[in-house]
T-cell receptor
Framework: DAKTTQPTSMDCAEGRAANLPCNHS???????VYWYRQIHSQGPQYIIH???NNETNEMASLIITEDRKSSTLILPHATLRDTAVYYC?????????????????FGKGTHLIIQP | DAGVTQSPTHLIKTRGQQVTLRCSPK?????VSWYQQALGQGPQFIFQ???????QRGNFPDRFSGHQFPNYSSELNVNALLLGDSALYLC????????????FGSGTQLSVL
Protein backbone atom coordinates (compact mmCIF):
# COMPACT_ATOMS: atom_id res chain seq x y z
CA ASP A 1 0.00 0.00 0.00
CA ALA A 2 1.19 3.50 -0.80
CA LYS A 3 2.53 5.65 2.04
CA THR A 4 0.58 8.72 3.16
CA THR A 5 1.75 11.93 4.81
CA GLN A 6 -0.50 14.03 7.05
CA PRO A 7 0.10 16.97 9.37
CA THR A 8 0.43 15.93 12.99
CA SER A 9 -2.20 18.33 14.24
CA MET A 10 -4.60 21.06 13.13
CA ASP A 11 -6.98 23.50 14.75
CA CYS A 12 -10.31 24.71 13.38
CA ALA A 13 -12.97 27.04 14.78
CA GLU A 14 -16.37 25.57 15.50
CA GLY A 15 -18.79 26.18 12.64
CA ARG A 16 -16.05 26.65 10.06
CA ALA A 17 -15.01 24.16 7.41
CA ALA A 18 -12.17 21.85 8.43
CA ASN A 19 -9.84 20.95 5.56
CA LEU A 20 -7.51 18.02 6.25
CA PRO A 21 -4.76 17.41 3.68
CA CYS A 22 -3.11 14.12 2.79
CA ASN A 23 -0.21 13.45 0.44
CA HIS A 24 0.05 10.09 -1.31
CA SER A 25 2.47 10.75 -4.15
CA UNK A 26 3.22 7.06 -4.80
CA UNK A 27 -0.42 5.99 -5.17
CA UNK A 28 -1.08 3.35 -7.82
CA UNK A 29 -3.92 3.25 -10.31
CA UNK A 30 -5.81 0.56 -8.41
CA UNK A 31 -5.50 2.19 -4.99
CA UNK A 32 -8.31 4.04 -3.27
CA VAL A 33 -8.08 6.78 -0.66
CA TYR A 34 -9.92 5.97 2.57
CA TRP A 35 -10.56 8.26 5.54
CA TYR A 36 -11.31 7.08 9.06
CA ARG A 37 -11.43 9.01 12.31
CA GLN A 38 -10.97 7.96 15.91
CA ILE A 39 -12.60 9.87 18.71
CA HIS A 40 -10.96 9.45 22.10
CA SER A 41 -11.72 6.10 23.77
CA GLN A 42 -13.54 4.77 20.71
CA GLY A 43 -12.63 2.59 17.74
CA PRO A 44 -12.02 4.12 14.31
CA GLN A 45 -15.06 5.23 12.32
CA TYR A 46 -15.28 5.11 8.54
CA ILE A 47 -15.84 8.50 6.93
CA ILE A 48 -15.50 8.28 3.16
CA HIS A 49 -13.43 6.80 0.34
CA UNK A 50 -12.75 7.49 -3.32
CA UNK A 51 -10.71 6.49 -6.35
CA UNK A 52 -10.37 9.57 -8.54
CA ASN A 53 -13.65 11.49 -8.53
CA ASN A 54 -14.67 13.80 -5.74
CA GLU A 55 -17.03 12.17 -3.28
CA THR A 56 -19.56 13.52 -0.79
CA ASN A 57 -21.66 11.86 1.87
CA GLU A 58 -23.52 12.94 4.98
CA MET A 59 -20.31 13.25 6.96
CA ALA A 60 -17.78 14.85 4.64
CA SER A 61 -16.45 15.58 1.18
CA LEU A 62 -13.32 14.09 -0.37
CA ILE A 63 -11.44 16.08 -2.99
CA ILE A 64 -8.77 14.14 -4.92
CA THR A 65 -6.38 16.04 -7.18
CA GLU A 66 -6.35 15.20 -10.86
CA ASP A 67 -2.94 13.50 -10.59
CA ARG A 68 -4.21 11.63 -7.51
CA LYS A 69 -1.08 12.47 -5.55
CA SER A 70 -2.94 14.29 -2.81
CA SER A 71 -6.41 14.67 -1.36
CA THR A 72 -8.35 16.80 1.10
CA LEU A 73 -11.05 15.74 3.50
CA ILE A 74 -13.56 18.51 4.15
CA LEU A 75 -15.86 18.67 7.17
CA PRO A 76 -18.18 21.49 6.06
CA HIS A 77 -19.37 22.78 9.44
CA ALA A 78 -17.10 21.46 12.18
CA THR A 79 -18.52 20.90 15.65
CA LEU A 80 -16.79 20.10 18.94
CA ARG A 81 -17.74 16.44 18.42
CA ASP A 82 -15.50 16.36 15.33
CA THR A 83 -12.41 16.61 17.54
CA ALA A 84 -10.58 13.36 16.75
CA VAL A 85 -7.58 11.78 15.04
CA TYR A 86 -8.19 11.56 11.29
CA TYR A 87 -6.45 8.84 9.30
CA CYS A 88 -5.84 8.95 5.55
CA UNK A 89 -5.21 5.45 4.16
CA UNK A 90 -4.37 4.30 0.66
CA UNK A 91 -5.18 0.73 -0.25
CA UNK A 92 -5.92 -1.44 -3.26
CA UNK A 93 -9.66 -1.37 -3.71
CA UNK A 94 -11.73 -4.54 -3.30
CA UNK A 95 -12.73 -4.42 -6.95
CA UNK A 96 -9.07 -4.93 -7.84
CA UNK A 97 -7.89 -7.17 -4.98
CA UNK A 98 -10.86 -9.51 -4.94
CA UNK A 99 -10.97 -9.18 -1.19
CA UNK A 100 -12.21 -6.62 1.24
CA UNK A 101 -10.65 -3.44 2.56
CA UNK A 102 -9.65 -5.14 5.81
CA UNK A 103 -5.87 -5.06 6.22
CA UNK A 104 -5.68 -1.29 6.55
CA UNK A 105 -2.35 0.40 7.25
CA PHE A 106 -2.95 3.27 9.67
CA GLY A 107 -0.32 5.95 10.18
CA LYS A 108 -0.37 8.38 13.07
CA GLY A 109 -3.03 10.57 11.45
CA THR A 110 -3.92 14.22 12.07
CA HIS A 111 -5.19 15.28 15.46
CA LEU A 112 -7.94 17.76 14.61
CA ILE A 113 -8.96 20.02 17.47
CA ILE A 114 -12.16 22.04 17.07
CA GLN A 115 -12.02 25.22 19.09
CA PRO A 116 -15.22 26.75 20.54
CA ASP B 1 -29.03 -2.73 16.26
CA ALA B 2 -25.92 -3.42 18.32
CA GLY B 3 -22.64 -2.57 16.69
CA VAL B 4 -19.40 -4.46 17.16
CA THR B 5 -19.07 -5.51 20.78
CA GLN B 6 -15.87 -6.52 22.53
CA SER B 7 -15.15 -8.03 25.92
CA PRO B 8 -13.70 -7.40 28.33
CA THR B 9 -13.20 -3.64 28.10
CA HIS B 10 -10.10 -3.72 30.30
CA LEU B 11 -7.73 -6.48 31.31
CA ILE B 12 -4.54 -6.71 33.36
CA LYS B 13 -2.17 -9.64 32.88
CA THR B 14 1.33 -10.59 33.94
CA ARG B 15 4.24 -11.19 31.59
CA GLY B 16 4.26 -14.79 30.34
CA GLN B 17 0.53 -15.34 30.79
CA GLN B 18 -1.99 -16.03 28.05
CA VAL B 19 -5.04 -13.92 27.22
CA THR B 20 -8.24 -14.35 25.20
CA LEU B 21 -10.21 -11.40 23.88
CA ARG B 22 -13.69 -11.71 22.39
CA CYS B 23 -15.60 -9.96 19.64
CA SER B 24 -19.18 -10.11 18.38
CA PRO B 25 -19.56 -8.58 14.93
CA LYS B 26 -22.29 -6.20 13.92
CA UNK B 27 -25.52 -7.94 12.95
CA UNK B 28 -25.37 -9.19 9.38
CA UNK B 29 -21.57 -9.14 9.25
CA UNK B 30 -19.58 -12.32 8.69
CA UNK B 31 -16.01 -11.06 8.30
CA VAL B 32 -13.93 -10.05 11.31
CA SER B 33 -10.48 -8.53 11.61
CA TRP B 34 -8.30 -7.62 14.59
CA TYR B 35 -6.00 -4.66 15.13
CA GLN B 36 -3.48 -3.69 17.80
CA GLN B 37 -3.11 -0.03 18.75
CA ALA B 38 -0.18 0.99 20.92
CA LEU B 39 -0.36 4.28 22.79
CA GLY B 40 0.07 7.23 20.43
CA GLN B 41 0.12 5.05 17.30
CA GLY B 42 -2.41 4.11 14.65
CA PRO B 43 -3.99 0.64 14.66
CA GLN B 44 -1.91 -2.18 13.18
CA PHE B 45 -3.59 -5.07 11.33
CA ILE B 46 -3.19 -8.47 12.99
CA PHE B 47 -5.41 -10.81 10.95
CA GLN B 48 -8.77 -11.34 9.27
CA UNK B 49 -11.24 -14.21 9.53
CA UNK B 50 -14.17 -15.33 7.46
CA UNK B 51 -15.77 -18.73 7.00
CA UNK B 52 -13.97 -19.70 10.21
CA UNK B 53 -10.51 -19.46 8.63
CA UNK B 54 -7.69 -16.95 8.81
CA UNK B 55 -7.56 -15.25 5.39
CA GLN B 56 -5.05 -12.42 5.77
CA ARG B 57 -2.34 -11.79 8.34
CA GLY B 58 -0.25 -8.79 9.24
CA ASN B 59 3.30 -8.79 10.58
CA PHE B 60 2.61 -10.40 13.95
CA PRO B 61 4.31 -13.46 15.51
CA ASP B 62 2.66 -16.84 15.96
CA ARG B 63 1.98 -15.96 19.61
CA PHE B 64 -1.04 -14.16 18.18
CA SER B 65 -3.74 -16.56 17.06
CA GLY B 66 -7.43 -16.41 16.52
CA HIS B 67 -10.61 -18.26 15.93
CA GLN B 68 -13.97 -17.59 14.33
CA PHE B 69 -17.08 -19.45 15.38
CA PRO B 70 -20.09 -20.52 13.26
CA ASN B 71 -22.05 -17.53 14.59
CA TYR B 72 -19.27 -15.27 13.17
CA SER B 73 -18.00 -14.16 16.59
CA SER B 74 -14.26 -14.25 17.04
CA GLU B 75 -11.52 -14.62 19.63
CA LEU B 76 -8.00 -13.27 19.69
CA ASN B 77 -5.49 -15.27 21.73
CA VAL B 78 -2.06 -14.04 22.74
CA ASN B 79 0.39 -16.46 24.36
CA ALA B 80 3.52 -15.75 26.40
CA LEU B 81 2.60 -12.11 26.95
CA LEU B 82 5.32 -9.50 26.71
CA LEU B 83 5.31 -6.01 28.17
CA GLY B 84 5.17 -4.72 24.61
CA ASP B 85 1.82 -6.43 24.06
CA SER B 86 0.19 -3.74 26.21
CA ALA B 87 -2.18 -1.99 23.83
CA LEU B 88 -5.76 -1.39 22.78
CA TYR B 89 -7.02 -4.37 20.77
CA LEU B 90 -9.69 -3.48 18.25
CA CYS B 91 -12.09 -5.75 16.42
CA UNK B 92 -13.68 -4.74 13.13
CA UNK B 93 -16.38 -6.38 11.06
CA UNK B 94 -18.03 -6.07 7.67
CA UNK B 95 -20.32 -8.09 5.45
CA UNK B 96 -18.58 -10.13 2.73
CA UNK B 97 -20.58 -8.57 -0.07
CA UNK B 98 -20.35 -4.91 1.01
CA UNK B 99 -16.63 -4.81 1.51
CA UNK B 100 -15.72 -1.16 1.31
CA UNK B 101 -15.83 -0.10 4.94
CA UNK B 102 -15.11 -1.54 8.34
CA UNK B 103 -17.08 -1.10 11.54
CA PHE B 104 -14.92 -1.05 14.67
CA GLY B 105 -15.67 -1.88 18.27
CA SER B 106 -14.41 0.26 21.15
CA GLY B 107 -11.66 -2.21 21.93
CA THR B 108 -10.13 -4.08 24.85
CA GLN B 109 -7.40 -2.26 26.75
CA LEU B 110 -4.77 -4.85 27.72
CA SER B 111 -2.10 -4.00 30.27
CA VAL B 112 0.80 -6.44 30.75
CA LEU B 113 2.74 -5.97 33.98
Amino acid sequence: DAKTTQPTSMDCAEGRAANLPCNHSTISGNEYVYWYRQIHSQGPQYIIHGLKNNETNEMASLIITEDRKSSTLILPHATLRDTAVYYCIVRVGPAFSGGGADGLTFGKGTHLIIQP
Amino acid sequence: DAGVTQSPTHLIKTRGQQVTLRCSPKSGHDTVSWYQQALGQGPQFIFQYYEEEERQRGNFPDRFSGHQFPNYSSELNVNALLLGDSALYLCASRPRVANEKLFFGSGTQLSVL
